[in-house]
């Protein structure tokens, strides 16, 4: 079946710096995206969402950007805190599911 | 306070034995879900209820049974556990689950099957 996947699956960055999170997908019919983030012992949390039409979206410090014409997506966070130590998922729409990403790490260095 | 519930939070049994998840959402929503994450992250839909109503039923073995007494619950029995069962499970809801709208997940059961 169709498959959301990630090119990175640990990303290290320093305190203070951006970080970027990329997501390739397969499935040329979904049309809304969305980021989550899963601290340890936690359920995942959403973090920003984007519709096809779209192909930039901001929130606080985090910005997705959306490329159709490759089937990419990416989470970009500003000035990365502590904080945002987690497992990232891109998840797009598949009918009337959801198909998840593998994941992607971020670590936070002092 | 706590949006989707789920109990308990660990669960330790031998192979075999059956057992039961139990999910609460206090949000209104229609739509609830089961998900399996295995040990490599990896999230993966299991079943979809809404209004009382299965619409997504992946390819699960028939020993996981869900169950919705009503739209602000929903269940998973799972018989004869075996060791590819131990996994984190997540319950979660969406309003009106249509696949345009956020998920909201609840803290995941860990399953530990010996």
């Known amino acids: 079946g169709e498959s959301v996947g990630l090119h990175l699956p640990t990303l290290s960055v320093q305190e203070g710096d951006n970080s970027i999170i990329n997501c390739a997908y397969s499935n040329s019919a979904s049309d809304y995206f969305i980021w989550y983030k899963q601290e340890s012992g936690k359920g995942p949390q959403f973090i920003i969402d984007i519709r096809s039409n779209m192909d930039k979206r901001q929130g606080q410090r985090v910005t997705v950007l959306l490329n159709k014409t490759v089937k990419h997506l990416s989470l970009q966070i500003a000035a990365t805190q502590p904080g945002d130590s987690a497992v990232y998922f891109c998840a797009e729409n598949y009918g009337q599911n959801f198909v998840f990403g593998p994941g992607t790490r971020l670590s936070v260095l002092p | 306070d706590t949006a989707v519930s789920q109990t308990p939070k660990y669960l330790v049994t031998q192979m075999g034995n059956d057992k039961s998840i139990k999910c609460e959402q206090n949000?209104?929503?229609?739509?609830m879900y089961w998900y399996k994450q295995d040990s490599k992250k990896f999230l993966k839909i299991m079943f979809s209820?809404?209004?009382?109503?299965?619409?997504i039923n992946e390819t699960v073995p028939n020993r996981f049974s869900p169950k919705s007494p009503d739209k602000a619950h929903l269940n998973l029995h799972i018989n004869s556990l075996e060791l590819g069962d131990s996994a984190v499970y997540f319950c979660a809801s969406s309003y009106p689950g249509t696949g345009y709208e956020k998920l909201f997940f609840g803290s995941g059961t860990q399953l530990s099957v010996l």
């Open positions: 949000l209104g929503h229609d739509t």
């Open positions: 209820y809404n209004n009382k109503e299965l619409i």
